[in-house]
């Protein structure tokens, strides 16, 4: 990798700081939203991994792909139903399982992106809500 390249990535903030950003805004801006932590590690501090909680946790509904995000409506009763799938802001792609999910929620009219930095989840949650209710 070239010097200038690693220089660019170095200066990037982790996901997990862009998705605090972005749910520090939600808070601050009485969003009703849940975060959905589908990046928890499966395995125990020995590397092993726990496929006795994982299989436990799929039959109670856990759903590999789900968004990072899923913002219900807001403090003054507006319905949103936006989901918000979290990326660094210089890369990061959605997966397939992620790309799926997206597209399942999409198909009963949730609004949904894949989106690089809480900037641009917060500009996502904003537009979104001012197409539909016109502010």
Same mark, same amino acid.
């Given at each position: 990798? @070239?010097?200038?390249?690693?220089?660019?990535?170095? @200066?990037?903030?982790?996901?997990?700081?862009?998705?605090?950003?972005?749910?520090?805004?939600?808070?601050? +801006?009485? =969003?009703?939203?849940? =975060?959905?932590?589908?990046?928890?590690?499966?395995?125990?501090?020995? #590397? $092993?991994? +726990?496929?006795?909680?994982?299989?436990?946790? @799929?039959?109670?509904?856990?759903?590999?792909?789900?968004?990072?995000?899923?913002?219900?409506?807001?403090? $003054?009763?507006?319905?949103?139903?936006?989901?918000?799938?979290?990326?660094?802001?210089?890369?990061?792609?959605?997966?397939?399982?992620?790309?799926?999910?997206?597209?399942?929620?999409?198909?009963? #009219?949730?609004?949904?992106?894949?989106?690089? #930095?809480?900037?641009?989840?917060?500009?996502?949650? $904003?537009?979104?809500?001012?197409? $539909?209710?016109?502010?």
């Amino acid at each position: 990798m @070239k010097r200038s390249s690693f220089n660019q990535l170095a @200066k990037c903030a982790p996901e997990k700081d862009e998705q605090t950003a972005f749910a520090a805004w939600l808070r601050i +801006n009485e =969003y009703v939203f849940a =975060y959905q932590p589908n990046d928890m590690p499966l395995s125990s501090p020995s #590397g $092993r991994t +726990n496929f006795g909680w994982l299989a436990s946790a @799929k039959k109670r509904g856990l759903i590999p792909g789900m968004p990072d995000y899923l913002v219900f409506g807001n403090a $003054r009763g507006r319905c949103l139903n936006l989901a918000v799938e979290m990326k660094r802001v210089n890369g990061g792609i959605a997966s397939p399982a992620q790309k799926h999910v997206l597209e399942r929620l999409a198909s009963v #009219g949730w609004k949904v992106a894949v989106c690089h #930095g809480a900037q641009a989840a917060m500009e996502f949650v $904003r537009l979104a809500e001012e197409e $539909r209710y016109g502010e």
